[in-house]
C-alpha cells in the first residue's frame, strides 16, 4: 500500500471514530456525516497540511543578502540599468507569471477576481468571446476561496476547486496546480446551480405567444442563478409529436444562453403517437411525458387517452407527467360566468374552484397506479391537491408533487386587485388560492423530510 493509500486510510478511520455516537440512525452500514478536508469524490491527499496558496498581495518584501561571488555580477550587470539598479530577469511579472503557470507545486498566483457591483450594460453574443482568446489554464481551472458552500445536509467554509467544469475537490487548504484563476468568495455564499423542470418560452398558446423567447428567458435565468431549465415541446392535436421535437430545438438550439432540456407533451392519441413517444425516447434521450386533464378541444385527453399514455410511458420507461385540472368542469363553469358578465381575472379562479384541481389529481394518481406508471404531478396549487399527492405516497402510489415558486409566494386574493393590470399579472393555471394559508402550507410540505415534492420556478 502507498504512503498516499495508507494516509487516506488512517484520515478516515479517525474521522469515524470521531463522529458522535449519538447521531440517529448513524450504523456501520449508513453514510457518515459529510466532514472538512473530505471532497464530494472521496479523500483529498494532503488536505490538511499547510499549502494556503499565498497571492502576490499577501507576500512580504524580503531582500536577500547576495554572496561576494555575486556582487561583481550585480554590479556589472547594474551598468544598463537605470538609476544604477539591477534589473533581475526573474523579478519580471512576466517571469513570475510564467514559473507560476508550469509549476506543479500548488502556487495560484495567476488572477484574483473580487465580486463587485457593474452598471448595465448591452448584450453580447453568447459566442463573442472565443475560447481561443482566453488563457487555456484559467479557462480550465477555477478555485472559488473562502465562500460557504451550500450542499443538501449542509453549509460549511470551504474552498472549491473545478477543473474542465467538474468540481473536483472541496474543502480548505487544497492542493491545486499552478495557473488556477481565483475567484475571492469571502461572505458569500457558494450553491450549486438552479435546475428549473418547468418553463414555457415563446409557447403558442390560444393566439399568444409567452413573452419570453429563448435568450431573454434563459439569460434572466442565469442572472438569478439558474443554469439550466426545461422545457415543454406540445404539439396540437393531431400534429406529430417528433416534428414539434424539433420545432422547438430549432427556436432553442441558436438562442440559449444556459444548458436545457425538453419534455413532450401529448395532446392527442392514436398508435403513432405511441410510436413516436418510443422513437423520441431511444434516438432523442426524451424521458418525461407531459398529458393534460384540463384545455378541453385543445390538449385535454380523455380517461381513455390518459391510460394509454400512461401504458405507454411504463412501457418504454419515462415519467409522465400530468396537469390536473378537470376541463369539463371548468368549460362549463366558464360559460355560466360568462352568463352572469364576469370577465375579470377574478372569473379566472371561479371557473377551476381548488376542489377541481383535487379531483383531477386524485384521478390522474389512481389512473397511473393501475397500469404502474409512476406520476408527476406539474403545478400543485392548492391544499387538497398536495393533500391528495401525499396521502397516495403513504398508500404506496409512486407519484411527485410540483409547487411552484407562485404558489409558495403570493396568493389568489390578486386576482380581485382595483388595478386590472396588477390582477392579469396574476393570472395562471391553475390558479393562485384565495386561501391566504396556502403558501405556508405548501412550503411546510416542501420542507419537510419524506414528503415527495419538487421544486419549479
Known sequence: MSSGSRRASRFLQEKEDEVPQWIPGLGTDKPRPRTLGTSFFGYVPDAFVEKTPFLPSEKKATTPT???????????????????????????????????????????????????????????????????????????????????VVNDDMMQDADVYIEDGIIKQVGTNLHTPGGTRVVEAKGHLVMPGGIDTHTHMQLPFMGTFAVDDFYTGTRAALAGGTTMIMDFAI?????????????????????????YALHVGVTWWCDKVGKEMEELTEEHGINSFKMFMAYKDTWQLDDHDLLES????????????????????????????????????????????????????????????????????????????????????????????????????TDGTHYYHKCWRHAAAHVMGPPLRPDCETPKYLMDLLAKLGVPFTFAI
Open 235 to 259: 404539439p396540437q392535436k393531431g400534429e406529430s409529436l417528433v416534428e414539434a421535437y424539433h420545432r422547438w430545438r430549432s427556436w432553442a438550439d441558436p438562442k440559449v444562453c444556459c444548458d
Open 310 to 409: 400512461f401504458k405507454q410511458c411504463k412501457e418504454i420507461g419515462a415519467l409522465a407527467q400530468v396537469h390536473a385540472e378537470n376541463g369539463d368542469i371548468i368549460k362549463e363553469n366558464t360559460a355560466k360566468l360568462l352568463d352572469m358578465g364576469i370577465t375579470g381575472p377574478e372569473g379566472h379562479e371561479l371557473s377551476r374552484p381548488e376542489e377541481v384541481e383535487a379531483e383531477a389529481t386524485n384521478r390522474a394518481c389512481v389512473l397511473a397506479n393501475q397500469v404502474g406508471c409512476p406520476l408527476y404531478v406539474v403545478h400543485v396549487m392548492s391544499k387538497s391537491a398536495a393533500d391528495v399527492v401525499s396521502n397516495k405516497r403513504r398508500q404506496g402510489h409512486i407519484v411527485f408533487g410540483e409547487p411552484i415558486a407562485a404558489s409558495l409566494g
Open 66 to 148: 547576495p554572496k561576494d561571488s555575486e556582487t561583481k555580477e550585480a554590479e556589472h550587470k547594474s551598468e544598463g540599468a537605470p538609476n544604477g539598479q539591477y534589473l533581475d530577469p526573474s523579478s519580471s511579472k512576466e517571469f513570475q507569471r510564467d514559473m507560476d503557470a508550469s509549476s506543479d507545486e500548488g502556487v495560484v498566483t495567476e488572477e484574483v477576481v473580487v465580486p463587485q457591483r457593474v452598471e448595465r450594460r448591452a448584450a453580447e453574443p453568447w459566442d463573442a468571446q472565443s475560447v481561443d482568446s482566453t488563457d487555456g489554464s484559467a479557462q480550465n481551472r477555477l478555485l472559488i476561496k473562502g465562500g460557504r
